[in-house]
């Protein structure tokens, strides 16, 4: 399995970006998809998951009716839209897969298997 994340890049405070990460090398059938991202100096931590049945999805606070994911499960594809950003949003963004059957700690960086490359998000002031 590899993941792709491709999107980001430098906007200004208050702008909008979308990543997307793209799965090839086998179709999920269930499982998890998250976005964690890492800024300098500090842990990787979770910003949004969202199953690949049924789409529920789940949040930080910190970004919270500012971000949305969502999922194509005929692409293979988990897409992040992000609103009203600012500076505090700037860091390495990667998505990542859990393929299991069974398990909940989306909000955890070591619940999932596979990971992308990160993308960067820079948001000046």
């Known amino acids: 399995v590899q993941l792709q994340a491709f999107g980001g890049g430098l906007v200004q405070a208050g702008g909008s970006l979308r990543l997307d990460c793209a799965a090839t090398g086998r179709t999920f059938s269930g499982g998890y998809m998250g976005w964690f991202r890492q800024a300098p100096g500090k842990e990787r931590e979770f910003v949004a998951a969202?199953?690949?049945?049924?789409?529920?999805?789940y949040y930080a606070d910190s970004v919270k009716g500012r971000f949305t994911i969502s999922r194509n499960n005929a692409k293979n594809t988990v897409y992040l839209q992000m609103n009203s950003l600012s500076p505090e949003d700037t860091a390495v963004y990667y998505c990542?897969?859990?393929?299991?059957?069974?398990?909940?700690?989306?909000?955890?960086?070591?619940?999932?298997?596979?990971w992308g490359q990160g993308t960067l998000v820079t948001v000046s002031s």
């Open positions: 990542a897969a859990y393929d299991g059957l069974y398990g909940s700690r989306w909000y955890s960086k070591d619940f999932y298997n596979y």
């Open positions: 969202i199953t690949w049945i049924g789409g529920t999805t």
